[in-house]
């Protein structure tokens, strides 16, 4: 009897940022409720769906090379996500032995893709509006102490190098109540950090509730009563409101930890980019004042069409005075269907390298004076995994997961993936802390 695509067993390749992860994990939970069996081993399935990431030039190639291997190796490839959203119609002449297209507000009909894969079905909207398939339970790629929580999807800036509202539609919220309701039942499912994104997390619930809403809504996750940490990423910098930093503040379950990318310090740089022009000096007083001990994360661009010299010595001292604890420095990249691509005085690839190659110096020194003073101090963590050798990796509240540093730390033969333990920081390096090893 001739084996049915039903009966098989569906792989799925993932790139692309944390909210990617989530759409896959919501693909995969589509295709389980469906009756479908799943694996993270394309070797183990013939179909393959690869979610693909088209942020940047290089996420891209990183893309490309991914669906190549397995249209080579002979596999049916679902091409999904935000490469085929943003070449809708070239993807089908650059790949025409795909096996299906699906586009970034489409994913929840990738059960209907998978039923007619020999007919090579293409969803993909022209203009994409996010809805989060509510009753679905996510199938996680990755099982450990925290899990990834989209609050919402979209954007409605319209920042000079960036594609996403292209990509990913107009700003979606969800409900305050499916938030919560799916918040519990990952901690239920052992989860001990939740960590909220969204392409602004501090926009959140405007669409559907008239005003901001992110306040209320940390309120209501720090009720659950397993939940150890709440952690936000992705805020905008006129979204800090009082409001919200002193209802950060004063939830005990709410790491103090603000991711703020900033982008530039230059009013030019920030007008070109088409970015909030306001006092971040100020700013970054404000959340020192409210939550003394919050550690800040933030991002910059080096290299933007013209970003002159002053501007780019306005950046390095305003990045020499804040001290943020965590940085990350990136080079502009020229992409198409950007404000900024058409923009003149593009700067050479030589002083983009240079100038980040300077700022992420003038961080790492920082970085290790900060880390160096943690020394004989205690701090909190929650254990990631513990490796044969008994030592355990985790995480302080200063370290977001994938793009902070992390802590070593000597077994106890107590601690277990997702505690949330007290140790004393014994030494450190520019981005790692140590205690006891």
């Avoid at 950060?248 to 030019?268: F, G, R, T, W």
Wanted: charged share 30%; net charge neutral; with cysteine.
């Amino acid at each position: 009897m001739k084996e049915t695509n039903k009966m098989k067993k569906i792989a799925l390749v993932n790139h692309g940022c944390a909210k990617n992860l989530v759409d896959s994990e919501l693909m995969l939970g589509i295709l389980a409720k469906n009756g479908y069996k799943i694996t993270l081993d394309e070797r183990e399935s013939d179909i393959v769906i690869v979610n693909t990431c088209s942020f940047i030039h290089d996420a891209e190639k990183e893309s490309v090379a991914s669906i190549l291997n397995l249209i080579n190796e002979g596999k049916k490839v679902i091409i999904a996500g935000c490469l085929i959203q943003k070449y809708r119609d070239e993807m089908k002449k650059l790949f025409p032995e795909a096996a299906g297209f699906v586009g970034t507000s489409d994913f929840n009909k990738i059960a209907e893709i998978i039923k007619q894969i020999d007919k090579t079905p293409y969803e993909v909207s022209s203009t994409p509006l996010y809805c989060y398939p509510e009753d679905v339970e996510r199938q996680q790629i990755t099982i450990g102490a925290s899990s990834y929580l989209k609050i919402a999807e979209g954007c409605n800036y319209s920042c000079g190098y960036c594609v996403i509202p292209k990509l990913r539609g107009k700003y979606t919220s969800r409900p305050i109540e499916k938030i919560v309701e799916e918040a519990k039942h990952l901690v239920k499912k052992g989860v001990s950090e939740i960590v909220l994104i969204a392409q602004d997390t501090t926009m959140y619930g405007v669409d559907i509730y008239g005003e901001p809403k992110l306040p209320e809504l940390i309120e209501e996750l720090n009720k659950i009563e397993d939940l150890t940490w709440l952690r936000i990423m992705y805020t905008y910098p006129t979204g800090l409101t009082d409001k919200l930093l002193k209802t950060m503040a004063k939830c005990e379950k709410v790491v103090k930890y603000i991711d703020i990318p900033l982008q530039h310090k230059s009013k030019n740089v920030l007008k070109l980019m088409n970015r909030p022009i306001s006092d971040y000096t100020k700013l970054i007083g404000k959340i020192r004042k409210i939550m003394p001990s919050a550690a800040i994360r933030t991002t910059f661009i080096v290299g933007y069409p013209g970003e002159t010299e002053e501007d780019f010595k306005e950046l390095y001292d305003f990045i020499e005075k804040s001290r943020f604890d965590r940085l990350g420095v990136f080079e502009y990249s020229r992409e198409k269907g950007t404000i900024s691509y058409s923009l003149p005085n593009q700067i050479r690839a030589k002083i983009k390298k240079q100038r980040r190659n300077t700022l992420m110096k003038l961080q790492q020194k920082i970085s290790l004076e900060i880390n160096s003073s943690l020394i004989g101090k205690e701090i909190e963590c929650i254990v990631e995994n513990i490796s044969d050798d008994g030592i355990i990796t985790g995480r302080t509240y200063k370290d977001a997961p994938e793009v902070d540093g992390v802590i070593f730390i000597k077994n106890d033969d107590t601690a277990m993936p997702g505690d949330v333990i007290k140790v004393k920081v014994t030494g450190c390096s520019a981005y790692d802390l140590y205690s006891g090893c």
